[in-house]
Protein backbone atom coordinates (compact mmCIF):
# COMPACT_ATOMS: atom_id res chain seq x y z
CA UNK A 1 0.00 0.00 0.00
CA UNK A 2 2.68 2.60 0.98
CA UNK A 3 5.16 1.59 -2.02
CA UNK A 4 2.30 2.18 -4.45
CA UNK A 5 1.22 5.43 -2.29
CA UNK A 6 4.80 6.88 -2.98
CA UNK A 7 4.87 4.96 -6.23
CA UNK A 8 1.74 7.53 -7.62
CA UNK A 9 3.36 10.27 -5.53
CA UNK A 10 6.40 10.09 -7.89
CA UNK A 11 4.42 9.81 -11.13
CA UNK A 12 2.17 12.42 -10.05
CA UNK A 13 -0.67 13.08 -12.61
CA UNK A 14 0.33 10.29 -14.92
CA UNK A 15 -0.42 8.15 -11.67
CA UNK A 16 -3.70 9.64 -11.42
CA UNK A 17 -4.72 9.91 -15.53
CA UNK A 18 -3.88 6.22 -15.65
CA UNK A 19 -5.94 5.35 -13.07
CA UNK A 20 -8.79 7.27 -14.25
CA UNK A 21 -9.00 6.05 -17.77
CA UNK A 22 -9.31 2.35 -16.50
CA UNK A 23 -11.89 2.93 -13.86
CA UNK A 24 -15.21 2.08 -16.00
CA UNK A 25 -17.84 2.42 -14.12
CA UNK A 26 -21.33 0.53 -14.09
CA UNK A 27 -24.70 1.88 -14.09
CA UNK A 28 -27.81 0.37 -14.68
CA UNK A 29 -31.23 1.44 -15.14
CA UNK A 30 -35.02 0.83 -16.27
CA UNK A 31 -36.42 1.62 -19.74
CA UNK A 32 -38.37 4.66 -18.67
CA UNK A 33 -36.04 6.28 -15.79
CA UNK A 34 -33.26 8.75 -15.28
CA UNK A 35 -29.84 7.73 -15.14
CA UNK A 36 -27.06 9.49 -13.98
CA UNK A 37 -23.60 9.20 -14.99
CA UNK A 38 -20.88 10.32 -12.96
CA UNK A 39 -18.13 12.62 -13.74
CA UNK A 40 -16.17 14.95 -11.60
CA UNK A 41 -13.94 17.74 -12.16
CA UNK A 42 -10.89 18.32 -11.18
CA UNK A 43 -9.90 21.51 -9.89
CA UNK A 44 -9.16 23.94 -12.89
CA UNK A 45 -8.84 27.81 -12.18
CA UNK A 46 -11.73 29.97 -12.89
CA UNK A 47 -12.70 29.29 -16.66
CA UNK A 48 -15.66 28.15 -17.47
CA UNK A 49 -15.65 24.31 -17.97
CA UNK A 50 -15.98 23.22 -21.13
CA UNK A 51 -17.38 19.48 -21.18
CA UNK A 52 -18.07 17.10 -23.67
CA UNK A 53 -20.15 13.25 -23.63
CA UNK A 54 -19.68 11.19 -26.37
CA UNK A 55 -20.83 7.31 -26.64
CA UNK A 56 -18.46 5.86 -29.12
CA UNK A 57 -17.31 8.46 -31.19
CA UNK A 58 -20.49 10.10 -31.41
CA UNK A 59 -21.09 12.93 -29.20
CA UNK A 60 -24.12 12.90 -27.17
CA UNK A 61 -24.41 16.41 -25.17
CA UNK A 62 -21.87 18.88 -24.77
CA UNK A 63 -21.95 22.27 -22.10
CA UNK A 64 -19.50 25.89 -22.20
CA UNK A 65 -21.77 28.08 -19.42
CA UNK A 66 -25.17 28.42 -21.04
CA UNK A 67 -24.35 27.11 -24.20
CA UNK A 68 -25.24 23.67 -25.24
CA UNK A 69 -25.47 20.72 -27.73
CA UNK A 70 -27.74 17.41 -27.55
CA UNK A 71 -27.65 14.93 -30.68
CA UNK A 72 -30.68 13.77 -32.14
CA UNK A 73 -32.20 11.08 -30.05
CA UNK A 74 -31.05 12.72 -26.73
CA UNK A 75 -33.13 16.14 -27.36
CA UNK A 76 -35.01 17.30 -23.88
CA UNK A 77 -33.57 14.37 -22.09
CA UNK A 78 -29.83 14.77 -21.72
CA UNK A 79 -28.28 17.42 -19.56
CA UNK A 80 -25.66 18.65 -17.09
CA UNK A 81 -26.92 21.30 -15.08
CA UNK A 82 -25.25 24.43 -14.97
CA UNK A 83 -25.20 24.74 -11.99
CA UNK A 84 -23.61 21.33 -11.04
CA UNK A 85 -20.75 21.82 -13.43
CA UNK A 86 -19.94 24.91 -11.83
CA UNK A 87 -19.20 23.33 -8.74
CA UNK A 88 -17.30 20.90 -10.81
CA UNK A 89 -20.11 17.72 -10.77
CA UNK A 90 -20.03 17.06 -14.65
CA UNK A 91 -22.46 14.19 -13.96
CA UNK A 92 -24.39 13.51 -17.04
CA UNK A 93 -28.09 13.18 -16.52
CA UNK A 94 -30.42 11.08 -19.08
CA UNK A 95 -33.64 11.02 -18.46
CA UNK A 96 -36.43 8.11 -20.26
CA UNK A 97 -34.43 5.88 -20.62
CA UNK A 98 -35.06 3.26 -24.06
CA UNK A 99 -32.87 0.44 -24.44
CA UNK A 100 -30.96 2.01 -27.38
CA UNK A 101 -29.42 4.32 -24.92
CA UNK A 102 -27.19 1.19 -23.52
CA UNK A 103 -23.83 1.65 -24.04
CA UNK A 104 -20.69 2.80 -23.30
CA UNK A 105 -20.57 6.78 -22.46
CA UNK A 106 -17.41 8.88 -21.85
CA UNK A 107 -16.93 12.12 -20.60
CA UNK A 108 -14.44 14.60 -21.09
CA UNK A 109 -13.14 18.09 -20.93
CA UNK A 110 -12.04 20.40 -23.33
CA UNK A 111 -9.08 22.80 -22.20
CA UNK A 112 -6.87 25.18 -23.78
CA UNK A 113 -3.47 23.17 -25.22
CA UNK A 114 -1.29 25.75 -23.37
CA UNK A 115 -2.31 29.02 -20.93
CA UNK A 116 -2.00 31.52 -24.04
CA UNK A 117 -2.54 28.96 -27.10
CA UNK A 118 -6.13 28.97 -28.31
CA UNK A 119 -5.58 25.00 -29.95
CA UNK A 120 -7.58 22.78 -27.33
CA UNK A 121 -7.58 19.44 -26.08
CA UNK A 122 -9.69 16.69 -25.00
CA UNK A 123 -9.26 15.30 -21.49
CA UNK A 124 -11.21 12.08 -20.46
CA UNK A 125 -12.66 12.14 -17.36
CA UNK A 126 -14.77 8.98 -16.70
CA UNK A 127 -15.92 6.06 -18.90
CA UNK A 128 -19.46 5.20 -17.81
CA UNK A 129 -21.37 1.73 -18.88
CA UNK A 130 -24.93 2.27 -19.27
CA UNK A 131 -26.64 -0.85 -19.04
CA UNK A 132 -30.66 -0.94 -19.85
CA UNK A 133 -33.21 -3.39 -18.54
CA UNK A 134 -36.92 -3.96 -20.05
CA UNK A 135 -39.69 -3.07 -17.48
CA UNK A 136 -39.59 -6.93 -16.55
CA UNK A 137 -36.11 -7.26 -15.46
CA UNK A 138 -33.91 -10.11 -15.89
CA UNK A 139 -35.00 -11.91 -12.26
CA UNK A 140 -38.33 -11.35 -12.70
CA UNK A 141 -39.04 -14.48 -13.90
CA UNK A 142 -42.76 -15.57 -14.82
CA UNK A 143 -44.09 -18.82 -14.83
CA UNK A 144 -46.65 -20.43 -17.31
CA UNK A 145 -48.09 -24.11 -17.28
CA UNK A 146 -49.49 -25.96 -19.42
CA UNK A 147 -51.21 -29.26 -20.98
CA UNK A 148 -49.90 -31.51 -23.37
CA UNK A 149 -51.56 -30.73 -26.63
CA UNK A 150 -53.05 -27.12 -25.60
CA UNK A 151 -51.40 -24.10 -26.30
CA UNK A 152 -49.40 -21.25 -24.23
CA UNK A 153 -48.63 -18.18 -24.51
CA UNK A 154 -45.20 -16.94 -22.88
CA UNK A 155 -45.51 -12.98 -21.47
CA UNK A 156 -43.60 -10.05 -23.40
CA UNK A 157 -43.59 -6.52 -23.78
CA UNK A 158 -41.89 -4.55 -25.88
CA UNK A 159 -40.69 -0.45 -24.63
CA UNK A 160 -41.87 1.98 -26.59
CA UNK A 161 -38.59 2.56 -28.54
CA UNK A 162 -39.69 4.35 -31.85
CA UNK A 163 -38.64 1.39 -34.20
CA UNK A 164 -41.18 0.59 -36.79
CA UNK A 165 -40.21 -2.64 -37.06
CA UNK A 166 -39.13 -4.35 -34.12
CA UNK A 167 -36.88 -7.49 -34.01
CA UNK A 168 -37.94 -10.24 -31.43
CA UNK A 169 -36.26 -13.00 -30.84
CA UNK A 170 -37.24 -16.52 -28.20
CA UNK A 171 -35.04 -18.88 -26.75
CA UNK A 172 -34.87 -21.54 -24.80
CA UNK A 173 -31.01 -21.97 -22.77
CA UNK A 174 -29.18 -20.94 -25.83
CA UNK A 175 -30.66 -22.11 -28.75
CA UNK A 176 -32.72 -20.08 -30.93
CA UNK A 177 -36.73 -20.92 -30.99
CA UNK A 178 -38.28 -18.24 -32.92
CA UNK A 179 -37.11 -14.61 -34.40
CA UNK A 180 -39.22 -12.35 -36.21
CA UNK A 181 -38.43 -8.88 -38.40
CA UNK A 182 -41.71 -7.46 -39.75
CA UNK A 183 -42.59 -10.25 -41.91
CA UNK A 184 -39.58 -12.31 -41.88
CA UNK A 185 -39.68 -15.27 -39.07
CA UNK A 186 -37.83 -18.38 -38.75
CA UNK A 187 -38.96 -21.12 -37.03
CA UNK A 188 -36.37 -23.83 -35.37
CA UNK A 189 -36.52 -27.31 -35.74
CA UNK A 190 -39.47 -28.93 -33.45
CA UNK A 191 -40.97 -25.57 -33.43
CA UNK A 192 -42.18 -25.16 -36.83
CA UNK A 193 -46.00 -24.24 -37.58
CA UNK A 194 -46.32 -24.70 -33.38
CA UNK A 195 -44.72 -21.10 -32.90
CA UNK A 196 -45.64 -17.63 -33.11
CA UNK A 197 -45.19 -13.48 -32.37
CA UNK A 198 -48.19 -12.38 -34.39
CA UNK A 199 -46.46 -10.13 -36.70
CA UNK A 200 -50.08 -7.26 -36.01
CA UNK A 201 -49.16 -8.06 -31.94
CA UNK A 202 -45.45 -7.21 -32.71
CA UNK A 203 -46.25 -3.79 -33.92
CA UNK A 204 -48.39 -3.06 -31.01
CA UNK A 205 -45.36 -4.04 -28.86
CA UNK A 206 -46.66 -7.58 -27.60
CA UNK A 207 -44.02 -9.72 -28.19
CA UNK A 208 -45.38 -12.63 -26.70
CA UNK A 209 -44.65 -16.30 -27.96
CA UNK A 210 -47.36 -18.67 -28.84
CA UNK A 211 -46.75 -22.10 -28.80
CA UNK A 212 -49.05 -24.66 -29.99
CA UNK A 213 -49.32 -28.44 -29.48
CA UNK A 214 -47.59 -28.60 -26.36
CA UNK A 215 -45.05 -31.42 -25.85
CA UNK A 216 -43.20 -32.59 -22.66
CA UNK A 217 -40.32 -31.74 -24.07
CA UNK A 218 -41.37 -28.02 -24.71
CA UNK A 219 -41.05 -27.54 -20.64
CA UNK A 220 -38.13 -25.01 -20.14
CA UNK A 221 -37.03 -21.17 -19.20
CA UNK A 222 -37.77 -19.23 -22.58
CA UNK A 223 -36.03 -15.50 -23.14
CA UNK A 224 -37.34 -13.25 -25.25
CA UNK A 225 -34.77 -10.37 -26.50
CA UNK A 226 -35.18 -7.32 -28.90
CA UNK A 227 -32.60 -6.71 -31.06
CA UNK A 228 -31.80 -2.56 -31.98
CA UNK A 229 -29.26 -0.67 -33.69
CA UNK A 230 -26.54 0.15 -31.53
CA UNK A 231 -26.85 3.97 -31.89
CA UNK A 232 -29.32 6.17 -33.61
CA UNK A 233 -27.31 8.02 -36.00
CA UNK A 234 -25.57 6.06 -37.55
CA UNK A 235 -26.72 3.53 -40.22
CA UNK A 236 -24.68 0.84 -38.10
CA UNK A 237 -25.13 -2.73 -38.33
CA UNK A 238 -23.64 -3.11 -34.82
CA UNK A 239 -26.55 -4.69 -32.82
CA UNK A 240 -27.46 -5.15 -29.34
CA UNK A 241 -29.49 -8.17 -27.72
CA UNK A 242 -31.49 -6.81 -24.70
CA UNK A 243 -33.03 -9.25 -22.95
CA UNK A 244 -36.92 -8.24 -22.05
CA UNK A 245 -38.36 -11.26 -20.52
CA UNK A 246 -37.62 -14.66 -18.82
CA UNK A 247 -40.56 -17.29 -18.57
CA UNK A 248 -40.47 -20.59 -17.20
CA UNK A 249 -43.25 -22.92 -18.92
CA UNK A 250 -43.95 -25.91 -17.68
CA UNK A 251 -46.12 -28.80 -19.13
CA UNK A 252 -48.51 -31.37 -17.74
CA UNK A 253 -49.03 -35.05 -19.16
CA UNK A 254 -53.00 -35.66 -19.72
C1 LIG B 1 -40.38 11.55 -20.68
O1 LIG B 1 -41.41 10.72 -20.18
C2 LIG B 1 -42.53 11.44 -19.70
C3 LIG B 1 -43.50 10.46 -19.07
O2 LIG B 1 -43.42 9.20 -19.66
C4 LIG B 1 -43.15 12.23 -20.86
O3 LIG B 1 -44.26 12.97 -20.38
C5 LIG B 1 -42.11 13.14 -21.43
O4 LIG B 1 -42.64 13.81 -22.56
C6 LIG B 1 -40.87 12.38 -21.85
N1 LIG B 1 -39.86 13.33 -22.27
C7 LIG B 1 -39.09 13.14 -23.31
C8 LIG B 1 -38.14 14.22 -23.61
O5 LIG B 1 -39.08 12.11 -23.96
C1 LIG C 1 -23.97 15.70 -9.46
O1 LIG C 1 -25.02 16.01 -10.35
C2 LIG C 1 -26.01 15.01 -10.43
C3 LIG C 1 -27.00 15.40 -11.50
O2 LIG C 1 -27.14 16.77 -11.65
C4 LIG C 1 -26.67 14.80 -9.09
O3 LIG C 1 -27.63 13.78 -9.16
C5 LIG C 1 -25.60 14.43 -8.07
O4 LIG C 1 -26.18 14.31 -6.80
C6 LIG C 1 -24.49 15.46 -8.06
N1 LIG C 1 -23.40 14.98 -7.21
C7 LIG C 1 -22.87 15.70 -6.26
C8 LIG C 1 -21.76 15.06 -5.50
O5 LIG C 1 -23.30 16.82 -5.99
C1 LIG D 1 -51.64 -29.90 -33.44
O1 LIG D 1 -52.40 -30.97 -32.95
C2 LIG D 1 -53.55 -31.24 -33.71
C3 LIG D 1 -54.33 -32.33 -33.01
O2 LIG D 1 -53.50 -33.26 -32.38
C4 LIG D 1 -53.14 -31.66 -35.11
O3 LIG D 1 -54.26 -31.91 -35.91
C5 LIG D 1 -52.32 -30.56 -35.72
O4 LIG D 1 -51.83 -30.95 -36.99
C6 LIG D 1 -51.14 -30.20 -34.85
N1 LIG D 1 -50.46 -29.05 -35.39
C7 LIG D 1 -49.16 -28.95 -35.46
C8 LIG D 1 -48.61 -27.73 -36.08
O5 LIG D 1 -48.38 -29.79 -35.02
C1 LIG E 1 -50.45 -10.57 -26.78
O1 LIG E 1 -50.43 -11.58 -27.77
C2 LIG E 1 -50.90 -12.84 -27.33
C3 LIG E 1 -50.71 -13.83 -28.46
O2 LIG E 1 -50.72 -13.26 -29.71
C4 LIG E 1 -52.38 -12.72 -26.91
O3 LIG E 1 -52.86 -13.96 -26.46
C5 LIG E 1 -52.46 -11.67 -25.80
O4 LIG E 1 -53.82 -11.46 -25.45
C6 LIG E 1 -51.85 -10.36 -26.25
N1 LIG E 1 -51.76 -9.47 -25.11
C7 LIG E 1 -52.23 -8.22 -25.15
C8 LIG E 1 -52.05 -7.43 -23.91
O5 LIG E 1 -52.76 -7.76 -26.15
Not at 50 to 69: A, L
Not at 111 to 125: A, L
Not at 217 to 222: E, F, N, P, R
Request: include cysteine; charge should be negative; proline fraction near 4%.
Amino acid sequence: MTSVFSICIVLGTMCVSLLSAEAEISVPGQVGSTAVLPCELQPVGTETPHIRWRIKSEDVFERVGEDTYRAEGYKGRVDVPEEELLKGNCSLVLQNLTLTDAGVYTSYQIVRRSKRSVKTKREEISRVKLSVQGLHCAEAEIFVSGQVGSPAVLPCELQPVGTKTPYIRWRIESEVVFERLGEESYQAEGYEGRVDVPEEELRKGNCSLVLQNLTLTDAGVYTSYQIVRRSKRSASVMTTTEEISHVKLSVQGK
